[in-house]
């Protein structure tokens, strides 16, 4: 049978949903491939049944709670034990690099992560991966779903299309409403994340590639020459450059950004750094 762990009321504005099942953790913290000289960052550890057991083979593990009602009970257990660091406060709003400044080699980050924040956090992971190894996540299904999405499919969105730029994506499984108290609504998945430090295709600015993707996907389902001609044009190329930019990137003006890969992009953004070289 399933280890349940004990009760604590969740609470909606957190977006949580607390894991109970042991099996499931167990194999959470297996897809991350914990050592003895890990370093683990645990976002919104809850209840603190995937904490006991990264303490168990971690050298270090900082979780993140925001909950102060969770965060007493978390010290209680665990305060004692070596390797062990809670911060009281919101993941979105710590400085990662200053929290791990000291940390000799990237950390991994564990985590069933409130529903609420899923995307900014896989945002923040990847503006901080020259600190994160890996990421071994529990999300809602739907979201998972657009994370290991493709071009031209209907869940590929901005997070999917940035991600693809600095990091490889696999599923773990399917996570059904019964492993939590207080079961959600819908299906879970877990997501391990590996990311690289530099980018996996030649890019020659990251701040033009993260502006532009962020043009197109404000409106994607209008074509490019409605949302990346505009963006261009804003940059200070002009509109009949800049559909020879589209062009010369082989990309038609009537295609939608859905139907763009990671590599169209970063064509397109060294084709803008050229041309703005020039100017």
Same mark, same amino acid.
């Given at each position: 049978?399933?280890?349940?762990?004990?009760?604590?009321?969740?609470?909606?504005?957190?977006?949580?949903?607390?894991?109970?099942?042991?099996?499931?953790?167990?194999?959470?913290?297996?897809?991350?491939?914990?050592?003895?000289?890990?370093?683990?960052?645990?976002?919104?550890?809850?209840?603190?049944?995937?904490?006991?057991?990264?303490?168990?083979?971690?050298?270090?593990?900082?979780?993140?709670?925001?909950?102060?009602?969770?965060?007493?009970?978390?010290?209680?257990?665990?305060?004692?034990?070596?390797?062990?660091?809670?911060?009281?406060?919101?993941?979105?709003?710590?400085?990662?690099?200053?929290?791990?400044?000291?940390?000799?080699?990237?950390?991994?980050?564990?985590?069933?992560?409130?529903?609420?924040?899923?995307?900014?956090? @896989?945002?923040?992971?990847?503006?901080? %991966?020259?600190? $994160?190894?890996?990421?071994? !996540?529990?999300? /809602?299904?739907? #979201?998972?779903?657009?994370?290991?999405?493709?071009?031209?499919?209907?869940?590929?969105?901005?997070?999917?299309?940035?991600?693809?730029?600095?990091?490889?994506?696999?599923?773990?499984?399917?996570?059904?409403?019964?492993?939590?108290?207080?079961?959600?609504?819908?299906?879970?998945?877990?997501?391990?994340?590996?990311?690289?430090?530099?980018?996996?295709?030649?890019?020659?600015?990251?701040?033009?590639?993260?502006?532009?993707?962020?043009?197109?996907?404000?409106?994607?389902?209008?074509?490019?020459?409605?949302?990346?001609?505009?963006?261009?044009?804003?940059?200070?190329?002009?509109?009949?450059?800049?559909?020879? @930019?589209?062009?010369?990137?082989?990309? %038609?003006?009537? $295609?939608?950004?859905?139907? !763009?890969?990671? /590599?169209?992009? #970063?064509?397109?953004?060294?084709?803008?750094?050229?041309?703005?070289?020039?100017?």
């Amino acid at each position: 049978m399933a280890e349940r762990e004990g009760r604590q009321r969740s609470k909606k504005r957190f977006g949580q949903h607390f894991l109970a099942n042991g099996a499931i953790a167990d194999r959470i913290v297996e897809a991350a491939d914990i050592g003895a000289e890990d370093i683990v960052l645990e976002i919104g550890p809850g209840k603190g049944v995937l904490t006991s057991r990264l303490l168990d083979r971690a050298k270090q593990v900082t979780c993140v709670e925001i909950d102060r009602d969770l965060t007493g009970k978390l010290q209680e257990q665990f305060g004692g034990k070596f390797g062990f660091r809670l911060i009281e406060g919101d993941i979105l709003a710590i400085n990662m690099k200053e929290v791990f400044h000291d940390t000799p080699v990237r950390i991994k980050v564990v985590s069933n992560l409130p529903y609420n924040i899923s995307t900014p956090v @896989i945002d923040l992971l990847i503006r901080n %991966r020259a600190h $994160v190894s890996l990421a071994v !996540l529990m999300t /809602q299904k739907e #979201v998972a779903a657009r994370l290991l999405s493709s071009p031209g499919t209907k869940e590929y969105g901005l997070t999917t299309i940035n991600l693809a730029l600095c990091a490889r994506i696999k599923k773990i499984m399917d996570v059904k409403p019964g492993a939590f108290d207080h079961p959600p609504k819908v299906m879970s998945s877990v997501v391990a994340i590996t990311f690289s430090p530099e980018h996996l295709f030649p890019l020659r600015d990251e701040r033009i590639f993260f502006e532009m993707t962020g043009a197109a996907f404000r409106q994607r389902r209008k074509m490019v020459r409605n949302t990346l001609v505009p963006y261009l044009v804003s940059r200070g190329i002009s509109e009949d450059e800049s559909r020879q @930019i589209l062009e010369n990137s082989g990309i %038609r003006p009537d $295609v939608r950004p859905e139907n !763009l890969s990671a /590599q169209d992009f #970063v064509r397109l953004t060294n084709a803008l750094f050229e041309a703005l070289l020039k100017t």
